[in-house]
């Protein structure tokens, strides 16, 4: 693996698969009366959080304790940045403090492979403007194969605000990776121009997607959306890409309903369809936590010891 | 060896426009004798065997940052980097602070450029006031002033509004103006960061439309042609836009454009690595992109090369991509990236090299002598020139006439005209180049103040040797004579 998890394109299928299969045995942590490992005591996680996230940041925070490192949270309220200083003197002084690995969530594109650029320690990306969200994609391929067993395979389609999404894009390349067909299904103004290029399919209509789909991921659509003519109103977007319950009952029995949160309940997804059986909402958030323990193990531990410091933790 | 303009030189063996082998013998600021085996007769001597000759390169769009942003470029500075990529004359851009949108702005940067001294410096006046895009600068008192601005761009910032971009083209047509249009509809480009494509949509950053240029390039060929008064398009970036240009152009219309080194030689898969060094106003394009601009350029629907050198310090590009400043550096690079882009791929001769980066442009920039051209005030009456009246222009054929003094302030000198063939009685501006040797860009070693080349570390072919203005050298040996 590389030392840095950017983007999956980083990644190849082995590397993928490494990261969750260290995750499934690291759930089992979970599961523990005591749920900690000291395999990475001693060592020092950053979380720099530029954007307002508090489900990532807490989810990475329990990952790291859960792994005994040390952890710092950098939250961009009230720090030096509300003071005007640069990415760079941020990135500066936290590597004087020693970092061993920095978690970044950035409003900026590119942000994280630039602080990779200025820090010693391991990046990891954990959201980059409309770029990536890699740790978010390896969670939604865990959960998928914790419901359903496989990914290889698989119809996946992806509804929503693909354009400005950096979950879309991650989702694209690693469901890809690991075999699955993935569709992407939005209102056109919201998907990339030349989104043809991408290793997927595009349709501008749900309804005859879902009775052959597995998976249904729904994605966000963000207030600042709403006003700009990407469509014309609310209500619309939710009666041609919102996922109701009429919606959900053409499904295949054994499809799941995914959603990266926070949801506009009402707009993409209907109340009693995220609260349904078939959503893994909730279980994406718990698995969260062990796939960015994998992450954390892999970049920090794992690489200098292979598999035993794991394997000897158990 | 500095020497001065009473200084004659003896250019021994240059290749004038790459053909063959000729002597030039430059006094009293003039080519005066061209041939073989002239004798020295006491000038200074410089061998310049294998070296091409070019006349003195033009450079129709330069951001010099003088005043205000003198962290980033002074025209001293900018001028030094000029001469040494060849150049000897520059159009400096008029969005500085305070903007160059009155006669005393524009006169205040003429004066820095007679000081600097490294190379003629041309003020490009704004086109509204502030460059708000509300109202138009007094553009007749920028032409009338010392500077005798002919050109008027709000560079940087598009003149969208039609009305507004009607009346400029209109109003400028008396006193021989052009308007140099920053082509980008606003609406279109809001929050844009890259080339709308493929890369935009894999890297995450907001796409830039290819037609966001184009609709406003076509808007002002029509409107030019409406009026019948003179466009010039600034740094053309997308095989579209060579497209409609060329349609303007062969309907008669009076439309010229040009393109930057950059623009010719590189892609938007650059962005890739998020790296600001590549972020540029407009943006790097693809490669159907390059080569139709390429094409473009080789077929003289693009009529020029012009840097768009945009020099930012260090803390502006060494950020996350989407906080930081547009623009790239490139007076220094230019003649050399122009060689490996257009030269090697047998897209240019020397010639037409000449054509696209002196002659072309100095015609662009009513800097030819074709409508009357200033002359060289006096040393000593450099300061007292005051308001330049029309009547001190010379006779246009850019020989070195006893001069007509329509102030009086001045003593007869070669005539501030650039773009002329290298034959005698052309004022000395020209620009030696080694086409045998390559190298590779360290920017450390530039003379611009900035360091924000996209070059840094790749291997180019060339070396500017020698710069002369007016017959005294500004650069001998690929350094800065003082």
Redesign the interface.
Known sequence: MNRHLISIADLNRDDALLILDTAEELAQVADRPIRKLPTLRGRTVVNLFFEDSTRTRISFEAAAKRLSADVINFSAKGSSVAKGESLKDTALTLEAMGADAVVIRHAASGAAHRLAGWVRGSVVNAGDGMHEHPTQALLDAFTIRRRLGRIDGLAVTIVGDVLHSRVARSNVLLLRLLGADVTLVAPPTLLPVAVSSWPCEVSYDLDSLLPKSDVVMMLRVQAERMNAAYFPTVREYSRRYGLDADRMQTLPEHAIVMHPGPMNRGVEIAADVADSARSTIVEQVANGVSVRMAVLYLLLGGAQAGGSQLEAAR | MTGDGAQPWLIRGARLLGGPATDLLLADGLIVEAGTGISARGAQVLDADGLIALPGLVDLHAHLREPGREDAETVQTGTAAAALGGFTAVHAMANTDPVADTAGVVEQIWRLGRQAGHCDVQPVGAVTAGLAGSRLAELGAMADSAARVRIFSDDGRCVSDAVLMRRALEYVKAFDGVIAQHAQEPRLTEGA?VN???V????????W?AVAEEAIIARDCLLAAHVGSALHVCHVSTAGSVEIIRWAKSKGWRVTAEVTPHHLLLTDELVA??DPVYKVNPPLRTAADVAALRQGLADGTIDCVATDHAPHPV?EK??????AAFGMTGLETALRVVHQAMVQPGLLDWAGVADRMSVRPAAIGRLDGAAGAVRVPAAGHAHSSGRQAGGTHGSGSGTHGSGTHGGGSYEAGPALVHGRPLIPGSPANLALYDEATRSVVDPTMHASRSRNTPFSGVELPGRVQATFLRGRPTVLDGKLTR
């Open positions: 960061q709308e494509g493929e935009s949509g894999r890297v995450g950053l907001t796409g439309p690595g998020y803390e060494d950020t996350e991509w989407q906080v």
